[in-house]
């Protein structure tokens, strides 16, 4: 399935955003779904996953201020991203992680931008 980041925008300190990843066809069978980003200048990481029975896994950075959840009947996949901080400021994507870490399954599409003002 294709998979498309939307969501972003600017915001304060300590604020919130959702950001939703829409599937092209259902994604009931698809294995995991995850979120990722990319800061300026850095490497792209991966943020949270969810597995197809909701089991979810977060980075450090992500542990206690992201949520992300999955509902099947809208094929899409959010993540609920509370306390933001100036270093979350990145270009958000989403996409099937791949059983060989560091890889994925889909292509990446344009992303969407979340900014953080201190």
């Known amino acids: 399935v294709q998979l498309q980041a939307s969501g972003g925008g600017w915001v304060q300190a300590g604020g919130s955003l959702r950001l939703s990843c829409t599937a092209s066809?259902?994604?009931?069978?698809?294995?995991?779904i995850g979120w990722y980003r990319q800061a300026p200048g850095k490497q792209r990481e991966l943020v949270a996953t969810?597995?197809?029975?909701?089991?979810?896994n977060y980075a450090d950075s992500a542990k206690g201020r992201f949520t992300i959840s999955r509902d099947n009947a809208k094929n899409t996949v959010f993540l609920q991203m509370n306390s933001l901080k100036p270093e979350d400021t990145a270009v958000y994507y989403c996409?099937?992680?791949?059983?060989?870490?560091?890889?994925?399954?889909?292509?990446w599409g344009q992303g969407t931008l979340v900014t953080v003002s201190s």
């Open positions: 066809a259902s994604i009931r069978s698809v294995n995991a």
């Open positions: 969810i597995s197809s029975g909701g089991r979810t």
């Open positions: 996409n099937e992680p791949s059983d060989y870490p560091g890889y994925v399954l889909g292509s």
